[in-house]
């Protein structure tokens, strides 16, 4: 099959996490086409596949502590550009696709109302259905229920919904997900992860992504490392690769509450802390999630000091957090999220 991913290239999240269901279809004898803009460009620049530069969708504005919902919002609209649904007809007619996986790009889910010239079946990866009703600050109750009907719609449009992430109840993102009635299309496969596993237990280390819409706690940090007796590893700017090593020789990892970093931690058996910034729904719930799994502790951006997160760096070493990791760690080595997706892709396409 002729298979086209469409990823959002904010940050490294979506596309590391496809990087891993791509190489496995091409070995299993596909053909993989890609296309993303910004970080996930950058990323996929280490691998060899063929790469479509698409627009870039959405930008996020924020302060030292919260996202600026209503700026955000006015950005998003602003990057939403006339000919960029006719540009996704162009490229899925020059790419000629038997399939299309799409992960957070959402003007790519519009093409299947485009898409009557050709049968063609939609996946959609995602950890995130519900996020508009969630949102603070000063938005008109229009808009927010105008967002609401876009993600049921992106529900709607999708053949099939793959969720890289535990089955109910043990799923980190649970709180972010709606089914809008439509809950046999969705599948959760578990983590879609390169094979991690614990290699000690060294130092803390910190990543807070790649997308750099993260809250300042540059002196709570530093302050927690005077407390501690000890320096972290900033994972910023770090190849992926090293990154991993890194993890899997941590003890604790603190990070912005990214989905794909949270699974990564739990497949390695790492306890987590974790800081969302202030009004980004998606990176508290999966936050939520990890405390509710008793993996790890959230903190608030706006009252963090050096003492909070020095604490709860030693609440999360605790005995209590290793054993439950030890438990979802296996878990995650058994569910095989990338062999999972692999198979309903197939399956789904026959």
């Not at 501690?228 to 990892?253: P, T």
């Amino acid at each position: 099959m002729r298979i086209y991913f469409v990823s959002n290239g904010f940050g490294y999240g979506h596309v590391s996490r496809d990087v891993e269901l791509a190489k496995a279809l091409r070995e299993r004898g596909h053909e993989v086409i890609f296309s993303t803009y910004g970080d996930g460009l950058v990323f996929l620049r280490n691998y060899d596949f063929e790469v479509i530069e698409v627009e870039e969708f959405g930008e996020v504005s924020f302060t030292s502590t919260e996202i600026e919902v209503f700026k955000t919002v006015l950005n998003t609209l602003r990057s939403v550009k006339p000919g960029m649904l006719l540009e996704a007809r162009r490229i899925l007619r020059d790419v000629s696709p038997d399939v299309m996986v799409v992960d957070g790009y959402v003007p790519a889910m519009v093409s299947k109302i485009l898409r009557s010239w050709r049968k063609m079946r939609i996946f959609l990866i995602t950890n995130e259905t519900i996020q508009w009703k969630k949102l603070e600050g000063n938005l008109s109750l229009p808009i927010k229920k105008l967002g609401e009907v876009a993600e049921a719609a992106l529900v709607y449009l999708a053949d099939e919904i793959i969720v890289p992430d535990f089955p109910p109840p043990y799923t980190v993102c649970l709180e972010n997900l709606a089914f809008y009635d439509q809950k046999r299309k969705f599948h959760f496969v578990g983590p879609m992860l390169p094979e991690l596993e614990s290699r000690g237990e060294g130092k803390v280390v910190v990543n807070f992504g790649g997308s750099g819409v993260n809250p300042d706690v540059t002196e709570a940090l530093s302050k927690a490392e005077e407390i501690l007796g000890e320096s972290f590893i900033v994972a910023k700017g770090m190849r992926r690769e090293r990154y991993l090593e890194h993890l899997s020789r941590a003890r604790v990892l603190i990070t912005h509450g990214g989905h794909n970093s949270i699974m990564e931690a739990i497949a390695c058996a790492k306890p987590i802390v974790g800081i969302p910034i202030k009004n980004y729904p998606e990176r508290e719930g999966n936050l939520r999630g990890v405390e509710r799994l008793g993996v790890g502790r959230m903190l608030d951006a706006e009252w963090i000091t050096g003492d909070s997160l020095a604490t709860a760096i030693q609440e999360v070493s605790l005995p209590e957090f290793r054993r439950r990791l030890d438990i979802f760690s296996a878990l995650a080595r058994r569910t095989n999220g990338v062999a999972k997706a692999v198979e309903i892709i197939e399956n789904g396409t026959h």
